[in-house]
T-cell receptor, first 111, second 113 residues
C-alpha cells in the first residue's frame, strides 16, 4: 500500500463546476500538507500549504485537512479552463526532504 | 526574474551513455533537490543537497550522481548503470528548513533509445 493515495482520474468537468480532489494517507506523522498544480510538460507549482488539521481558503481554492481520518481535499469553485492541469498532493512530517507526493489527478475543465 | 532553470528541456541518448542534466537557481536557496516523475507515480526523490559541497541520497539514487560545487548549481548525471532512465526529471529548491514548499524548474525529458 502506498503511503499517499490519490485517484489519478482523469476528471472532466464543465466550466463553473465545483471540483473536489482528494488524497488519503497512512503515516500519522504527516503534519504539513500541500497541493501542487502541474501544467502539461511543466514543473509543479505550489498552490496551497496547510499545517495540521483545518481549512485554508485562497480565492477560488480551499484546502481541507482531516488528520483524524487521514484525508485531505482541495476544492476549486467556479472552475475555469485555465484550471486544467494535474494536481499533486504532497505531505511531510517535518522537512522538505521527507516530502511524499501523491501520483496526481488530471483535471480538465471544459469550456 | 528569480527562478530555476533546467536544461536541456528534451534529451535523447543511446543506451549505455551517461547524460548530465543542468539545474541553476537564482533564488539564493540553500537546499536543492532532484526528482524523477513517471506516469502514474508520484515524484520520487533522487538526491538532495542542503549546502554547498554536501549532498545526500534520496529514495532512488542508484544509477545517478550529483555535485554541488556552487550554491546556484546542482547538476544531475544519469549514468549507464540506471536501468530505466527514460523519465521526466525535475529540479527544485527551497529555503533551509522548508517543510515542503519547493520551487520547481520546468523539467527535463530524457528519452533513452
Amino acid at each position: 500500500q502506498k503511503e499517499v493515495e490519490q485517484d489519478p482520474g482523469p476528471l472532466s468537468v464543465p466550466e463553473g463546476a465545483i471540483v473536489s480532489l482528494n488524497c488519503t494517507y497512512s503515516n500519522s506523522a504527516f503534519q504539513y500538507f500541500m497541493w501542487y498544480r502541474q501544467y502539461s510538460r511543466k514543473g509543479p507549482e505550489l498552490l496551497m500549504y496547510t499545517y495540521s488539521s483545518g481549512n485554508k481558503e485562497d480565492g477560488r481554492f480551499t484546502a481541507q485537512v482531516d488528520k483524524s481520518s487521514k484525508y485531505i481535499s482541495l476544492f476549486i469553485r467556479d472552475s475555469q479552463p485555465s484550471d486544467s492541469a494535474t494536481y499533486l498532493c504532497a505531505m511531510s512530517a517535518s522537512s522538505a526532504r521527507q516530502l511524499t507526493f501523491g501520483s496526481g489527478t488530471q483535471l480538465t475543465v471544459l469550456p | 526574474d528569480g527562478g530555476i532553470t533546467q536544461s536541456p528541456k528534451y534529451l535523447f541518448r543511446k543506451e549505455g551513455q551517461n547524460v548530465t542534466l543542468s539545474c541553476e537557481q537564482n533564488l539564493n536557496h540553500d537546499a536543492m533537490y532532484w526528482y524523477r516523475q513517471d506516469p502514474g507515480q508520484g515524484l520520487r526523490l533522487i538526491y538532495y543537497s542542503q549546502i554547498v559541497n554536501d549532498f545526500q541520497k534520496g529514495d532512488i539514487a542508484e544509477g545517478y550522481s550529483v555535485s554541488r560545487e556552487k550554491k546556484e548549481s546542482f547538476p544531475l548525471t544519469v549514468t549507464s548503470a540506471q536501468k530505466n532512465p527514460t523519465a521526466f526529471y525535475l529540479c527544485a529548491s527551497s529555503i533551509q528548513g522548508s517543510t515542503g514548499e519547493l520551487f520547481f524548474g520546468e523539467g527535463s525529458r530524457l528519452t533513452v533509445l
